[in-house]
Nanobody
């Protein structure tokens, strides 16, 4: 059974930094693509960043490129999102998602891949 648990969110001033963690359980973590999405109040979940199982491939939304860095430690079954130069518009609930082979309820398609496993989310609030 796949479980994802996000942590590291909180309140930070504009220009500050936070590092989110996504601790995973279940098989095949090391070969599964992991992504971070975020959701602003009243809006749909939006893509932030993704990383391949081997860390050889990463992709970012234009809005966070340069400021955010996604990484993973397969030995710890954990993925990370380092967020620097935070802006008030980065305020959202951040979710960790794992690619799944079969779409199901709650799945999100992005860039030709489906993310079907999700954590509960962690709130990030950036004050101006």
């Amino acid at each position: 059974q796949v479980q994802l648990v996000e942590s590291g969110g909180g309140l930070v001033q504009a220009g500050g930094s936070l590092k989110l963690s996504c601790a995973a359980s279940g098989r095949f973590f090391s070969i599964s693509r992991i992504a971070w999405f975020r959701q602003h109040p009243g809006k749909e979940r939006e893509f932030v960043a993704a990383i391949s199982g081997s860390s050889s491939n990463t992709e970012y939304a234009d809005s966070v490129k340069v400021r955010f860095t996604i990484s993973r430690d397969n030995a710890k079954s954990t993925a990370y999102l380092q967020m620097n130069s935070l802006k008030p518009e980065d305020t959202a609930v951040y979710y960790c998602g794992r690619e799944s082979s079969v779409p199901g309820p709650g799945s999100i398609w992005y860039s030709g891949r489906v993310y079907g496993y999700w954590g509960q989310g962690t709130q990030v609030t950036v004050s101006s």
